[in-house]
């Protein structure tokens, strides 16, 4: 609490200044030192505290940090006078203005307003008040109009505004340069999201755990995501005014529903170099609505293909994704490092090699080889059951030899002679350095048997868990046996994973066995053209480990 030395009268000033530029923090420097000079030049007075805000819009006192500081002060009985500039630098607007005027006064605490003459203790200080806190928001009103029509003359020519930063983007003079390190990651985005059927909370838990950040250094989030993948500026668009405040005295932000003619939602096509195509952009919009719609109606989302998320690159090791529009019937696949980055290889800006020219891969493939394993277990079923019953047997034979009872054994004896070695130590007849070095022995040759009984059990372990798989495997193959061999249900149950390489070759790994299989594959063209309709040849099948 203050103290009232002298009964000299408690004076507290308050300056701001509604921008954060260079000129108007110079001037609300100038301000504060112009007000410490004056309080302290009346013998009279006491300074309390010269209190201010920077870059704050006077038409509102909510978010003004050092006027409610001083209000606060103000009603713990710490001043008797506030000085201000002017009515303007108080507040734009006439409501505020009064109220806080009136709440002073009964609490017994004048205003001073420089500029403009008026003392709230003498008897016509609230009249002109009133008239000049009207005006101080009658020219806050034009000024927001004049600042919106500059505003919306500058959108109109393709002028940016907004943070000199978004993910993908510097904001530079007005114009949007791009980032390439952040570019690559937005490319990523919208390619897992659209070709691979990520969902957004699986894309930024990704980013998230490889260590990227956002914009303001954060965490990525689910909704972070979505907003990228609903920002027209990454396919080369703009729009601007998407949201804008009620009115010029709360300044509240709303989302603009384009009533108002002042400030029209303002788009221009082709704005600027974009980070993704406009199909592609396009596309996200349609796969955002569609798994919006399905939200609503309690369904999950859930990958589209019966190949997704399984199908690799045998040259880089990047997954293979669905191309072109969800209408074809028998879509191609392409390496997701070549979609994004094309087929010329190149350090990318995390040090890793992109780019990649494997060939595509059309799903009548993937078709053909599943539908041909599939024949080929059911028509080779006792050969491979037999072939998973030898190693059953050859399991059972190693366990069989992992037997510890006579490693326990050397244990047993190492221990008795560490014991008469203490006895011999006891009874005079060797030192104790001896039976240090004598039990230091011991423990050794204990500890290392101990690690080989160890690893004999964590091999039974390990061949009991094979027994128990390979069981599994006969029981599965049993079933494919009985399968559709043209369900691509079935498929989606079964295949592990596929690996794509060049000379059309094609590696599959089932759920249901313990090894994979290698096809060679040609199509048989006919004299209509090349289609990827035609059928598909199986040339060699091979069985690999």
């Known amino acids: 609490?203050?103290?009232?030395?002298?009964?000299?009268?408690?004076?507290?000033?308050?300056?701001?200044?509604?921008?954060?530029?260079?000129?108007?923090?110079?001037?609300?420097?100038?301000?504060?030192?112009?007000?410490?000079?004056?309080?302290?030049?009346?013998?009279?007075?006491?300074?309390?505290?010269?209190?201010y805000d920077e870059g704050i819009t006077g038409t509102s006192t909510k978010k003004r940090d050092g006027f409610n500081k001083m209000i606060a002060d103000c009603e713990k009985g710490k001043i008797d006078t506030i000085l201000t500039k002017e009515v303007s630098r108080f507040a734009r607007?006439?409501?505020?203005?009064?109220?806080?005027?009136?709440?002073?006064?009964?609490?017994?605490?004048?205003?001073?307003?420089?500029?403009?003459?008026?003392?709230t203790n003498d008897k016509d200080g609230e009249l002109r008040l009133t008239i000049m806190a009207s005006l101080a928001q009658e020219e806050s009103r034009k000024t927001?109009?004049?600042?919106?029509?500059?505003?919306?003359?500058?959108?109109?020519?393709?002028?940016?505004?907004?943070?000199?930063?978004?993910?993908?983007?510097?904001?530079?003079?007005?114009?949007?340069?791009?980032?390439?390190?952040?570019?690559?990651?937005?490319?990523?985005?919208?390619?897992?999201?659209?070709?691979?059927?990520?969902?957004?909370?699986?894309?930024?838990?990704?980013?998230?755990?490889?260590?990227?950040q956002t914009a303001k250094g954060g965490k990525w989030r689910q909704d972070s995501i979505i907003r990228i993948l609903r920002n027209e500026k990454y396919c080369g668009d703009l729009t601007q005014w998407k949201q804008c405040s009620t009115d010029f005295l709360s300044k509240?932000?709303?989302?603009?529903?384009?009533?108002?003619?002042?400030?029209?939602?303002?788009?221009?096509?082709?704005?600027?170099?974009?980070?993704?195509?406009?199909?592609?952009?396009?596309?996200?919009?349609?796969?955002?609505?569609?798994?919006?719609?399905k939200s609503r109606e309690g369904k999950r989302h859930s990958n589209t293909y019966w190949f997704s998320n399984k199908v690799y690159c045998g040259k880089c090791?990047?997954?293979?994704?669905?191309?072109?529009?969800?209408?074809?019937?028998?879509?191609?696949?392409?390496?997701?490092?070549?979609?994004?980055?094309?087929?010329?290889?190149?350090?990318?800006?995390?040090?890793?090699?992109v780019g990649c020219d494997n060939n595509f891969l059309s799903e009548n493939v993937l078709i053909s080889c599943m539908k041909y394993i599939m024949?080929?277990?059911?028509?080779?079923?006792?050969?491979?059951?037999?072939?998973?019953?030898?190693?059953?047997?050859?399991?059972?034979?190693?366990?069989?030899?992992?037997?510890?009872?006579?490693?326990?054994?050397?244990?047993?004896?190492?221990s008795e002679k560490k014991q008469d070695a203490v006895d011999l130590m006891l009874e005079g007849i060797i030192s104790k350095d001896d039976l240090k070095k004598q039990v230091a022995r011991y423990d050794k040759e204990i500890a290392d048997i101990t690690e080989k009984i160890s690893r004999s059990k964590n091999v039974d372990e390990l061949h009991s868990q094979q027994l128990e798989s390979i069981r599994s495997f006969i029981e599965q193959i049993n079933k494919t046996s009985q399968m559709d061999t043209d369900s691509k249900e079935i498929y989606k149950a079964l295949l592990k994973k596929a690996v794509t390489y060049e000379n059309k070759v094609l590696e599959?790994?089932?759920?249901?066995?313990?090894?994979?299989?290698?096809?060679?594959?040609?199509?048989?063209?006919?004299?209509?053209?090349?289609s990827q309709l035609s059928p598909v040849i199986i040339d060699e099948c091979e069985i690999i480990g």
Not at 201 to 209: H, K, P, Y
Not at 320 to 340: T, V
Request: some cysteine; overall charge negative.
């Open 252 to 293: 509240k932000l709303v989302v603009n529903t384009n009533e108002n003619p002042d400030t029209p939602i303002i788009s221009i096509e082709n704005h600027h170099e974009g980070i993704v195509s406009k199909e592609l952009f396009d596309e996200a919009q349609r796969i955002i609505d569609e798994r919006g719609r």
């Open 144 to 212: 927001s109009e004049r600042v919106k029509w500059g505003m919306r003359r500058k959108m109109e020519k393709g002028f940016v505004f907004g943070y000199s930063h978004i993910y993908g983007f510097y904001i530079k003079d007005g114009e949007l340069e791009i980032i390439p390190e952040e570019a690559e990651i937005v490319r990523r985005i919208f390619h897992e999201y659209v070709n691979e059927g990520v969902g957004g909370s699986t894309i930024a838990r990704n980013l998230n755990r490889e260590g990227y």
């Open 1 to 51: 609490m203050y103290k009232n030395k002298e009964n000299k009268k408690r004076v507290a000033a308050y300056a701001r200044v509604s921008t954060d530029q260079e000129d108007q923090l110079h001037s609300l420097s100038a301000q504060r030192a112009y007000f410490t000079e004056f309080i302290s030049s009346h013998d009279e007075w006491n300074l309390v505290e010269v209190y």
């Open 93 to 119: 607007n006439t409501v505020d203005t009064l109220n806080y005027t009136r709440h002073l006064k009964d609490l017994k605490i004048n205003v001073i307003f420089m500029n403009d003459g008026i003392d």
């Open 317 to 353: 090791g990047t997954s293979f994704s669905k191309m072109g529009s969800r209408q074809i019937e028998n879509p191609f696949l392409r390496c997701s490092n070549r979609a994004n980055y094309g087929t010329e290889k190149f350090i990318g800006f995390n040090g890793k090699e």
């Open 375 to 414: 024949e080929h277990i059911s028509s080779r079923r006792e050969i491979i059951i037999e072939q998973l019953m030898q190693e059953i047997r050859e399991l059972q034979m190693e366990s069989a030899e992992a037997d510890t009872t006579e490693l326990e054994s050397k244990i047993t004896k190492l």
């Open 508 to 530: 599959v790994y089932l759920t249901c066995v313990p090894f994979g299989f290698r096809l060679t594959y040609h199509k048989h063209y006919t004299k209509r053209g090349k």
